[in-house]
């Protein structure tokens, strides 16, 4: 990965500076999903500093950032547009709710499933999902209100002051590590743009080209304490099949994202989150969203990345971050206002650069074409749907990757012992994709009157292995012909009822294992 990574350990000082630069860039982004969700910026906002303070005192992954998010911001419009804010707040209670019951029933370890493959694919489509979103700020508003890309001085300005902040993120770690370069960087062009007086876009036209004409000239971000206010929705059935498919969607997106987002930081510190307590972590400040007036979300893997790159490591950092952005909407939004846009931009394209997953262009020149093509597959399916879909399709991918390659992998050595028994030695899985050529190995006619089948090199993994086991049983027994299975576990033993009469298992010296069975339940 392109090496941008401070390697200190957590500590006060850079947690708390480290906070403060994630702060501001958290501002334009949430108040951009507010408006993809279709609710008013407060209320991205208020879920920004809600999500990202609850994750960082009680979540399990210290110096992950959370707040509102595009990836749940988008599975929201539907809702608001034909019910209201109210059942978006009910929904996103239900969601947190689910989330929790996800961390206390233990299902984050399932993000251990997730191939490394569809890990990097991940982490390239998010990296370019961060830059195509970014490209957006090199647009303004004409006078006919559609937006067009800068030209002329605007544009230059707007590159200028990008280079200059990606500049001093990259250089100034050479000389100093005393403060978070991406902080300096953002002060800097700040008081560059307004002190030489350049014509340079600032957060609050970002927020005002959102807002219709007649709001334009009040727009602030200034705003008040969250309140608390149970949803104003009936509580019946009828809301609750209102609500509850959005909150399922919300809920695995939500989690989806960030348990990859803490595997991801997991790999880039050297250390390891639980992903079960950032489940409940998740849920719990979800549900708080839904009482307090936000819209919830998420981990956010660029302002992850910031806050990481920028030296924050422990709990604090987070918790600094939410709760200087809440100092800014109280008390400082008349100062966050002119933050220029370009500094942001800037930031995140550094954060682009530190994300992408450049050692996987090794992969797409290796030899495995299958791993290249699930890379390349979850990369383009993040850009142009979402993640959730991506993360799905790519495991899916790679199970039948996987069943397809082993498949073929079962084979057989056969050999006479002293009593004058064929003894078949099978090497290599029985599963549902290696049926087909288990049921091959075997002569039925022209074997001897007593047959082998020894296990003790192979493993029976799902249900369709035990079923062909049974199946080629009867075909023994109907040739008057007797079937001995040896080194077969207890369990598979237990699930082959139809064949314990006629056929002779032996379970010595056999390690235990599983199977994969309805029966097991």
Same mark, same amino acid.
């Given at each position: ?7 200190? $350990? ?14 501001? &860039?958290?501002?334009?982004? @949430?108040? /951009?999903? &507010? ?55 009910? @929904? ?13 029933? #233990?299902? *984050? ?47 230059? !300005? ?19 590590? /005393? ?85 991801? !930081? ?10 079960? #307590? ?31 790159? =920028? ?5 604090? =950092? ?14 400082? /939004? ?36 299958? $791993? ?34 082993? @498949? ?13 028994? #064929? ?19 075997? $002569?039925? &006619? ?10 003790? #090199?192979?493993?029976?993994? $799902? ?57 097991? *339940?």
């Amino acid at each position: 990965m392109f090496n941008l990574l401070t390697k200190s $350990d957590s500590n006060v000082k850079n947690d708390v500076l480290s906070g403060i630069t994630v702060a501001l &860039a958290l501002v334009p982004e @949430a108040v /951009a999903f &507010a408006f993809v969700a279709g609710v008013d910026p407060m209320v991205g906002l208020y879920a920004a500093f809600m999500m990202g303070l609850i994750t960082s005192a009680i979540g399990g992954r210290p110096g992950m950032i959370s707040g509102a998010t595009g990836a749940t911001a988008v599975v929201m419009v539907a809702l608001v547009a034909q019910y209201g804010i109210q059942y978006l707040f009910a @929904a996103v209670v239900l969601a947190g709710i689910l989330q929790i019951l996800a961390g206390v029933f #233990k299902l *984050g370890k399932f993000i251990r499933l997730v191939p490394y493959p569809v890990m990097l694919g991940f982490v390239n489509g998010l990296a370019i999902v961060i830059f195509l979103a970014q490209l957006g700020q090199f647009k303004v508003l004409d006078s006919l209100g559609m937006h067009q890309w800068m030209q002329g001085s605007q544009l230059y !300005i707007m590159l200028g002051l990008v280079a200059v902040t990606m500049a001093i993120i990259h250089f100034l770690p050479k000389l100093t590590t /005393a403060v978070p370069a991406s902080l300096v960087a953002i002060l800097t062009v700040t008081f560059a743009v307004h002190g030489l007086d350049l014509e340079a876009r600032t957060v609050i036209d970002f927020v005002r080209d959102m807002l219709p004409e007649e709001q334009k000239a009040s727009a602030t971000l200034a705003g008040e304490l969250p309140s608390f206010a149970i949803p104003m929705v009936p509580f019946t059935l009828e809301t609750l099949y209102i609500v509850l498919p959005t909150s399922v969607i919300i809920a695995m997106v939500g989690l989806i994202e960030s348990l990859l987002t803490l595997s991801l !930081i997991d790999e880039l510190t050297d250390t390891r989150g639980r992903g079960n #307590k950032e489940c409940i972590g998740q849920g719990v400040a979800n549900s708080v969203n839904g009482f307090f007036g936000g819209m919830g979300g998420c981990a956010m893997i660029g302002q992850s990345m910031i806050n990481i790159n =920028s030296g924050g490591r422990g709990r604090l =950092s987070g918790i600094t971050a939410a709760v200087v952005l809440l100092a800014f909407i109280l008390f400082l /939004a008349p100062w966050i206002e002119l933050i220029p846009l370009a500094a942001l931009v800037g930031v995140m394209f550094m954060v682009v650069l530190g994300t992408f997953e450049w050692a996987s262009f090794k992969i797409l020149r290796g030899a495995n074409k299958e $791993d290249a093509f699930i890379l390349i597959l979850v990369t383009g399916v993040t850009v142009a749907a979402d993640l959730a879909i991506a993360v799905v399709v790519g495991v899916i991918v790679s199970a039948l990757v996987f069943a397809w390659k082993h @498949a073929s992998n079962i084979h057989a050595n056969t050999s006479i012992d002293d009593e004058g028994w #064929k003894v078949y030695e099978l090497e290599g899985p029985l599963f549902f994709g290696s049926v087909r050529h288990f049921k091959e190995l075997f $002569d039925v &006619a022209n074997d001897p009157q007593d047959v082998v089948i020894e296990f003790k #090199k192979s493993r029976i993994w $799902d249900s369709s292995g035990i079923d062909a086991i049974d199946g080629l049983a009867d075909k023994y027994q109907q040739a008057g012909k007797k079937l001995h299975i040896r080194h077969i576990s207890a369990e598979c033993r237990d699930l082959l009822e139809n064949a314990q009469e006629y056929v002779e298992m032996n379970i010595n010296e056999d390690p235990r294992y599983h199977v994969a069975s309805d029966k097991l *339940g």
